[in-house]
């Protein structure tokens, strides 16, 4: 406990007892140790038999006198660091020198420890013997910890792991969350919400101003991503960045050349709209890649990747798309519309792009990416020609009886709609979205004849948890068509059931869906799926809970039918019907 004394020249329990074991007189050999190791103050001597005659033991006059010294040195040590001598730095090493042997001291440590905090480069040694440490490790503060970091990538890396893990587990718990709403979904925290997470406050914090550690971190998050594919990555990688600026930490954002796209987007993001202005910035961003720096593509491409960037950039295609109806322009006479495109497309490319190291954006007309060209010229076409269907359609139900047309409601898609969808990631990203636009809408009849399509779409995408989770929310507005077994079937049997049995996300999002809407669907149709849907042995425990608890529910409500619930008002105006030049609400 006292070690590191005698090498400071100050005697320790050992000296007392060697002293004791060789003296004649114990009583004065005593006197003797307390008048050298005491405290050094003339005056005090005479002071201290005071304090006996009022039963105050030496032990805690000494210990109360310590602490008090302590607290003032401590608070010296920050006062000499935040100066402005020029040899304050020299001061502290110095009293580093002195203190250093009692580090393992606990009543000295942490004068230590606040010397080590405040010093820029701690000595090499000293930081190796920190490090070596256990306990000295796990003590100092993080301002020390970065110092060591900095050289020894393996300890940052154990120590950023378990955060990154917990980011991921995060995410994927708010995708499967019980809740299902189309007002409250995944996409609805703001990007300064986000940044308040304890992940990203925790990482944000043990990288400081330290462009070294950010940079190891961006690169544990690339690593990641590569071997996952998981878009939750580029998340973090967009809310790190972004969490240093609001703090304005410029060491790093001066550095990172994405600062000002991602800052741009973050805008974006947050209005959950690209407008005109911020889509000439982000272009010109885009534009401005110079030769020598193409490699910048592939972090702009990781930032464009992330889903929430991604919500948005479709978001404000589709809204582009209803306005070009509106106004019966095509989409390929819209660079704006272009451009929402070019940003998909490098987003959706960014793995390909970090993995195959090829930084370069392929443009056709200077414009877009080669293969969107065909998405502007033949997948838009086709998508705005079901708008049209069903647009003349509702026109048409609204005609007197005797100016209708014997005109039945289309059942089948255009061959280049399915086809996109299957080949093409961005055509297919925009048509998942345009499937949640009409659910939005609760157009039951558009929405009947699009979800087959989505049985076969490009690497599956219809069945990723991102959509399914947006699906499952949109679909709570059609509540009440769940009656008709029309209905159950197109959602059931023509969609979701068709791959419940190979993907276990899908057969989650499934027991989500029902546990929120049970009581509408149809009880001969329910009987039957809860067949269908009873988990395997194999299942995981939350799919378990998750049929378990819908069971449970169901047999409740035998008992207790249910009272008529009043559906959530949404006015949702959103049919393809004259919309202003400069819209004020997103979709």
């Known amino acids: 406990m006292f070690a590191g004394l005698p090498e400071l020249g100050i005697s320790n329990g050992e000296d007392l007892k060697e002293t004791l074991t060789n003296c004649t007189d114990p009583l004065k050999a005593i006197d003797q140790f307390q008048m050298e190791n005491g405290i050094l103050l003339p005056t005090l001597q005479s002071a201290l038999p005071f304090l006996d005659l009022h039963g105050t033991p030496r032990l805690e006059f000494h210990q109360s006198v310590f602490d008090e010294l302590r607290e003032k040195l401590m608070e010296r040590v920050a006062t000499i ?10 001061k502290l090493e110095e009293l580093l020198e002195k203190s250093f042997p009692l580090v393992k001291m606990p009543s000295i440590q942490p004068i230590v420890m606040q010397v080590l905090k405040h010093l820029p480069k701690v000595p090499e040694k000293k930081l190796k013997q920190v490090m070596a440490d256990k306990e000295l490790y796990k003590v100092c503060a993080v301002e020390v910890k970065r110092q060591i970091w900095q050289d020894n ?5 154990d120590e950023v792991s378990p955060l990154l893990k917990q980011y991921i587990v995060e995410k994927e718990a708010a995708l499967f969350s019980s809740d299902l709403s189309v007002l409250h979904n995944f996409f609805s925290p703001s990007p300064k919400t986000r940044r308040q997470g304890e992940v990203v406050l925790k990482l944000t914090q043990m990288i400081g101003k330290n462009v070294k550690l950010y940079d190891m971190v961006l690169q544990f998050l690339r690593t990641l991503f590569l071997r996952t594919r998981n878009v939750h990555y580029c998340t973090l990688r967009a809310e790190l960045l972004m969490s240093l600026h609001d703090l304005d930490i410029s060491e790093i954002c001066s550095v990172d050349p994405c600062h000002k796209f991602s800052w741009c987007l973050d805008a974006c993001i947050r209005e959950k709209f690209v407008d005109a202005k911020r889509a000439r910035e982000l272009q010109g961003f885009l534009d401005g890649v110079k030769k020598g720096q193409e490699q910048v593509l592939g972090d702009l491409s990781m930032i464009l990747c992330d889903p929430f960037a991604c919500n948005t950039l479709v978001l404000s295609t589709v809204r582009n798309l209803q306005e070009l109806l509106s106004q019966d322009a095509l989409p390929r006479d819209s660079p704006d519309l272009l451009l929402l495109l070019r940003m998909l497309s490098l987003g959706q490319g960014a793995w390909d792009m970090i993995d195959s190291q090829v930084f370069k954006e392929p443009r056709m007309a200077g414009l877009v990416h080669h293969q969107d060209l065909e998405v502007v010229t033949r997948f838009l076409p086709a998508m705005m ?7 003349t359609f509702t026109v048409e139900l609204k005609l007197p009886s005797e100016e209708k047309s014997s005109l039945t409601y289309p059942t089948t898609l255009p061959e280049s709609f399915s086809r996109y969808v299957q080949e093409n990631r961005v055509a297919c990203e925009i048509g998942l979205y345009y499937v949640l636009h009409i659910a939005k809408q609760r157009n039951k009849n558009a929405l009947q004849r699009l979800l087959p399509a989505l049985v076969d779409t490009y690497n599956d995408m219809a069945f990723g948890d991102i959509f399914l989770h947006l699906l499952t929310g949109h679909l709570t507005l059609l509540s009440d068509e769940f ?17 419940f ?26 009987e039957t799926l809860m067949k269908t849907l009873e988990p395997p042995k194999q299942s995981s425990e939350s799919m378990k809970e998750l049929y378990t608890l819908l069971k449970e ?5 035998k008992k207790s039918p249910p009272e008529p619930e009043e559906a959530p008002s949404l006015d949702l105006g959103l049919h393809p019907v004259a919309v202003p030049s400069t819209p004020t609400t997103p979709l």
Not at 553 to 557: F, G, N, P, T, Y
């Open 81 to 90: 660091a935040e100066g402005k001598d020029e040899d304050r730095y020299i």
């Open 153 to 157: 990538q393996a300890l940052f890396g």
């Open 385 to 391: 020609s079901i708008v049209v269907d069903d647009y």
């Open 483 to 499: 009656g008709s077994e029309e209905f159950c079937t197109a959602v059931f049997d023509n969609f979701l059931l068709t791959s």
């Open 501 to 526: 049995s190979s993907k276990e996300n899908v057969h989650r999002h499934c027991l989500r869906l029902l546990n929120h809407l049970h009581q509408k669907v149809l009880a001969s149709y329910m």
């Open 553 to 557: 529910k169901l047999e409740a409500s």
